[in-house]
């Protein structure tokens, strides 16, 4: 609670509307609320809308809670990032295979690969900018759902004499979420991320409004805003373990026989760690790219086609004696033995004598 306004107080009154142009929010005496810690008096219009919440639900049902919103923007999150990385991987396809022959003029494959993922791409950046809306949303719904609210003089007459449902009230427009975040919220954004955010909005808002193409990001930008957006508003490090939770998530889990699901979790962090420089690599997935990678001892173990034996695993602590992998595609720790191998210079080896750097068993 960044304002001395008390969490219980926030639950129990309005703070007016959220929009600029009405003077009343931001509190009036206040050009930067947002930057400081201001008082309940400051807010000309604080409204008691109702009392203490009630537990039936009886003024407005079904309120958004911060896990539903949080776990629904993850997912669009997701989509977002997996939809740019299968489009940077499409491009290989078509590398190194001559233009049409039947064709007048030489035809370029690539060239017309991405014109032809333009709109999946518009796309991805449709579905960034939705979760983003919703994990700031549940910033905002860890204080208090009803700080979601627009304006009184939108909210739906009938309200005020039967009960009505969230779906019946405007919410405040998404331009002005880090503003009450900044004010009411846990703990404040940076001017930077404010930055990051404006950009992602707008540029939604350029291609759903206008179809403009010019606006259409290219693959590494959707996977860098996702990855920025969650290391900003779930927690540091925290992609890893969120992606594999959506890949594992049912109903394909459930029917996954030939281990589809590790496949795709090592192709998807085998990109990510290619793609991205060291510094985000880093900052965003928690290890070094710079580290020696190895094939994990339990994922080389499933059903997976030769080419999907990936090396996503690093030595951790990275020292020369170190006896412990961690996989980032299955996030586990595994114990390795450290044994030279005939046919590499690796000396990494499981415990059935797979050597885990080039996979052929140790005699
Ligand atoms: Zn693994
Ligand atoms: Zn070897």
Excluded at 67 to 90: C, F, H, K, R
Excluded at 121 to 149: C, D, F, I, N, W
Aim: aromatic share 6%; hydrophobic share 35%.
């Amino acid at each position: 609670m960044l304002s001395t306004v008390p969490p219980l107080a926030v639950s129990l009154y309005g703070l007016g509307n959220g929009r600029s142009r009405d003077a009343r929010w931001p509190p009036h005496r206040l050009r930067e609320p947002a930057e400081r810690g201001c008082q309940r008096g400051d807010f000309r219009r604080l409204i008691r809308v109702g009392g203490p919440p009630r537990s039936d639900n009886a003024v407005i049902g079904d309120p958004p809670t911060k896990p539903d919103l949080e776990a629904a923007g993850v997912e669009y999150l997701y989509m977002a990032l997996n939809e740019a990385i299968s489009v940077a991987q499409g491009e290989e396809f078509f590398i190194g295979i001559p233009g049409d022959p039947e064709a007048e003029e030489e035809v370029d494959l690539v060239k017309e690969y991405w014109v032809s993922t333009r709109r999946q791409l518009a796309k991805s950046a449709s579905l960034l900018q939705m979760g983003t809306e919703l994990l700031l949303k549940s910033r905002v719904a860890e204080v208090s759902p009803y700080l979601l609210l627009d304006s009184v003089s939108s909210w739906p007459k009938a309200a005020s004499k039967a009960d009505c449902n969230w779906d019946d009230f405007r919410t405040i427009d998404a331009r002005l979420l880090p503003q009450v975040i900044n004010t009411v919220g846990q703990s404040r954004l940076a001017d930077e991320f404010i930055a990051t955010l404006d950009r992602i909005r707008k540029r939604r808002n350029a291609i759903v409004h206008s179809a403009s193409e010019k606006a259409v990001p290219t693959c590494e930008e959707i996977v860098h805003d996702v990855l920025e957006v969650a290391h900003n508003l779930i927690g540091t490090h925290c992609w890893p373990a969120l992606h594999r939770a959506q890949a594992w998530a049912p109903p394909f889990s459930r029917v996954d026989y030939h281990d589809q699901i590790t496949v795709e979790l090592l192709d998807d962090f085998s990109f990510l760690l290619d793609s991205l420089r060291p510094a985000d690599v880093r900052k965003y997935l928690g290890i070094s790219k710079k580290q020696r990678r190895y094939l994990c001892p339990s994922c080389r173990l499933g059903d997976l086609p030769a080419e999907a034996r990936i090396k996503v695993a690093v030595l951790q602590p990275n020292r020369a004696s170190s006896t412990t992998l961690f996989c980032i595609a299955c996030g586990d720790l595994h114990s390795i033995r450290r044994k030279q191998c005939a046919d590499c210079p690796g000396n990494v080896v499981d415990d059935d004598g797979c050597c885990l750097s080039c996979a052929e068993y140790l005699s």
